[in-house]
């Protein structure tokens, strides 16, 4: 069973910087596209940051030349470096992994979220 866990998330003073890691873990082969999206309370879920499995990355407007995303492809890990936070950056950030099994099937996979808060 495939599992994608995040960590990283806490509070912090806008200004301030916070990184993310996901792990994904289980009967897979491995990993294709991951990503990040985010939801704030009361508003629809978006995309962050996207990254192929060559480390080719996508932003969204609103965090470009802020956040940062990186993966590590033998471990199956990706991370979101977060920088210069806004308090309109809280949100619970969601990891996405297109996991691989070994019946050479995607499955597109979610993690369960981690609550960043970034305060005034």
């Known amino acids: 069973q495939v599992q994608l866990v995040e960590s990283g998330g806490g509070l912090v003073q806008a200004g301030g910087s916070l990184t993310l890691s996901c792990v994904a873990s289980g009967s897979i082969f491995g990993t294709r596209a991951m990503g990040w999206y985010r939801q704030a309370s009361g508003k629809q879920r978006e995309l962050v940051a996207t990254?192929?499995?060559?480390?080719?990355?996508n932003y969204a407007d609103s965090v470009k030349g802020r956040f940062i995303t990186s993966r590590d492809n033998a471990k199956n890990t990706v991370y979101l470096q977060m920088a210069s936070l806004k308090p309109e950056d809280t949100a619970v950030y969601y990891c996405y992994a297109e996991v691989l099994d070994y019946g050479s099937q995607i499955r597109p996979s979610w993690g369960q979220g981690t609550q960043v808060t970034v305060s005034s």
């Open positions: 990254i192929t499995r060559g480390g080719t990355t």
